[in-house]
């Protein structure tokens, strides 16, 4: 908006235009006079009275037209005077009648100070509408916006000043802050700082809070305010603004960053992307010497060669404004300065701004992050999989047991049986023999082929002899362990492998006295593996309502022994089974081949320990047996049978 020019001025200039023209009015006629006087004095009596008539009419008609023409005049030096008095701005100038005298000059002038008066309106309208939209900005912003004079009194001031002060904009204008009490008596230090810098400063203030919670923190930025023309700054211009919530929030922010262990990272996307920006506790989990810039290649340099690769594909994809997902998402090692590794997980997300002029209407524009150090949770899973691998690697091992103790009752069976079916074949041809020794008309050789075929007998049956008493009497290779670990993982791999069982929540009670005790880990946990498959087995076909429960105890047994019990709330063991439980070939499960409790048997009086089973209190049956612990024997177990 273009200012209007300044129409005081052009009234003073006016009304002393109209003051110098009536002074000049009469001197012509005056003039005029005084040559027809001075031309009729040599012409005598007569001439001189007729010069002074022709005077006189002549002075009276100029008289006259003076009073017509100057008519004008005072209200023309009224409205002057109005104009530059500041007083009520004067209206149109009345135009002479048809037929009156008519000066040029006094039109133009009044035409002038319409013109002025017209001009000064709208300088008042502008300056209104212009203070008006000051007003209207100053009071439709949140931040506190002023200007004072050197000696520091408020000269422009809003809302927010008045509400940073504590006190009405009323008591504020026209007033210093150490007027204003101790709450802008902080304030002042900082304008005399300005005035002697000759330059903007930006500080924090303290004020306290009007509603009377904790003080207020304020950044305020000042500057000397200068005019066009002057020398010297007169006064100081400034805006505050009220950060006490961003800097609670940013404080709140950060104790959550800190109490989670994240650091935050930012890389502007503007230039090149080479410069990113990491805060303390991202640069220690990354293990950045101070001093040393954090740039792009900087990060890759602590980064194994093998991760870079994919650390550049997912920064390249979150930000391709092609692609949908603006999401960074990445884990990578990091080597430390010791030769360390660290796994380090990245998440982010990309800031994108419409741009018209790309191909995809929009433009990257930075990426913004934390990173959190995932240590512990990768040792974590990589110790899950090797205990997994573990797992599945004693199940092998408890498998393959399984069928080398499965054929060792079976051959252990066999020769069993089949010994003295070889017995009495030997004594029948030891029979045969004497009896065809004394016999006439044998041919040659037929004694020495029985002799032989008895031989064969009897090695035959001493080779199930030996064989029997290597599956019968042979000692297992034995390592003091944990019983309870062993147990429970035996437990475990079991429960994890029939999910489907529908069991109450195991029962798994260690007495801290276990200890450890001498095994072969692998076969112990065979024995534990059949006698919890067979409870959950046992208890498959109860009724709905029926209690489904099993129960692992592991505790001392005497001195020299631990023992381990194994119990269910199945429907116990058959009679015909339960009185001999451990014999080979004997099930109580329809379609069981009975030779897993066998095994059992076989393996714990390897180890020196017995095995029974009874029934257990409230129904079902408990299998207990007893290992020696490291460098004692062990007690049997309790041989009481249901």
């Not at 200007?147 to 000043?161: F, I, M, P, S, T």
């Not at 210093?176 to 002697?196: F, H, I, K, S, Y």
């Not at 797992?391 to 009752?409: F, I, K, S, Y």
Request: proline share 8%.
């Amino acid at each position: 908006m273009s200012v209007p020019p300044d129409p005081a001025r052009s009234a003073l200039r006016l009304r002393t235009q109209l003051l110098l023209l009536g002074i000049a009015w009469p001197l012509p006629a005056l003039g005029l006079l005084l040559v027809l006087l001075w031309q009729a004095r040599d012409a005598g009596p007569p001439a001189v009275a007729l010069a002074m008539g022709a005077l006189a009419l002549t002075g009276g008609t100029a008289a006259m037209i003076a009073r017509r023409l100057l008519r004008p005049l005072p209200g023309l030096l009224a409205q002057a005077a109005a104009l530059a008095g500041g007083g009520p701005l004067p209206g149109p100038a009345a135009r002479p009648a048809p037929g009156a005298f008519r000066v040029a000059e006094f039109e133009a002038l009044a035409d002038a100070l319409v013109a002025a008066g017209t001009a000064l309106r709208e300088q008042a309208d502008w300056a209104g509408r212009e203070g008006a939209l000051l007003r209207f900005v100053l009071d439709g912003t949140a931040d506190a916006v002023f200007a004072k004079d050197l000696e520091g009194r408020y000269l422009l001031a809003n809302e927010a000043v008045a509400l940073m002060l504590g006190r009405p904009l009323e008591q504020v204008l026209g007033r210093t802050d150490a007027a204003l009490g101790p709450a802008a008596a902080g304030l002042a230090a900082a304008d005399r700082e300005v005035l002697q810098l000759g330059r903007s400063v930006t500080a924090e203030a303290v004020c306290p809070d009007p509603a009377g919670g904790p003080p207020r923190l304020f950044l305020m930025t000042s500057a000397p305010w200068r005019v066009p023309g002057a020398p010297a700054p007169i006064g100081v211009i400034g805006l505050a603004q009220d950060i006490t919530e961003r800097l609670r929030v940013r404080r709140r922010l950060r104790l959550a960053l800190d109490a989670a262990e994240l650091g935050t990272w930012s890389r502007e996307l503007g230039g090149a992307g080479e410069v990113l920006d990491w805060d303390e506790r991202c640069r220690r989990l990354h293990g950045l010497p101070p001093g040393v810039a954090t740039t792009l290649a900087a990060w890759l340099a602590l980064v194994p060669e093998e991760d870079r690769p994919a650390i550049l594909a997912e920064l390249g994809r979150a930000g391709d404004p092609g692609d949908p997902d603006d999401t960074v998402q990445c884990e990578y090692r990091i080597i430390l300065p010791d030769g360390g590794l660290r796994w380090l997980a990245a998440t982010g997300r990309t800031d994108f701004a419409p741009d018209p002029d790309a191909p995809e209407g929009r433009r990257a524009l930075r990426m913004l992050g934390i990173v959190r150090d995932v240590t512990p949770a990768r040792r974590a899973e990589t110790a899950r999989r090797e205990s997994e691998a573990r797992l599945r690697a004693t199940e092998r091992e408890l498998q393959q047991l399984a069928r080398r103790a499965t054929v060792g009752a079976m051959a252990s069976g066999i020769a069993h049986e089949l010994n003295q079916p070889l017995g009495a074949a030997s004594n029948y041809l030891a029979g045969a023999v004497r009896l065809l020794g004394a016999a006439e008309g044998l041919p040659p050789q037929a004694l020495p082929a029985l002799e032989r075929a008895g031989a064969q007998v009897l090695r035959a049956g001493a080779i199930l002899r030996r064989l029997r008493d290597f599956l019968g009497g042979g000692e297992a290779q034995r390592s003091p362990a944990p019983v309870a670990e062993v147990v429970r993982e035996a437990v475990d791999m079991v429960l994890h492998a029939m999910p489907e069982a529908g069991l109450e929540p195991l029962d798994f009670a260690v007495d801290p006295g276990a200890g450890e005790a001498a095994m072969d880990r692998v076969q112990v946990q065979q024995v534990v593996v059949n006698l919890v498959r067979n409870a959950v087995e046992a208890m498959r076909d109860l009724p709905p309502g029926r209690q489904r429960a099993i129960s692992v105890t592991v505790r001392p047994e005497g001195a020299a022994a631990v023992e381990v019990v194994v119990a269910d709330t199945g429907p116990g063991l058959p009679p015909a089974v339960a009185a001999r439980p451990f014999e080979a070939f004997r099930s109580a499960k329809e379609g069981g081949m009975g030779i897993g409790l066998s095994i059992c048997r076989t393996i714990v009086e390897a180890h020196g320990g017995r095995i029974a089973a009874q029934a257990a209190p409230g129904g079902g049956t408990a299998f207990a047996f007893t290992l020696a612990r490291a460098g004692g024997l062990a007690q049997p177990a309790r041989e009481d049978a249901a």
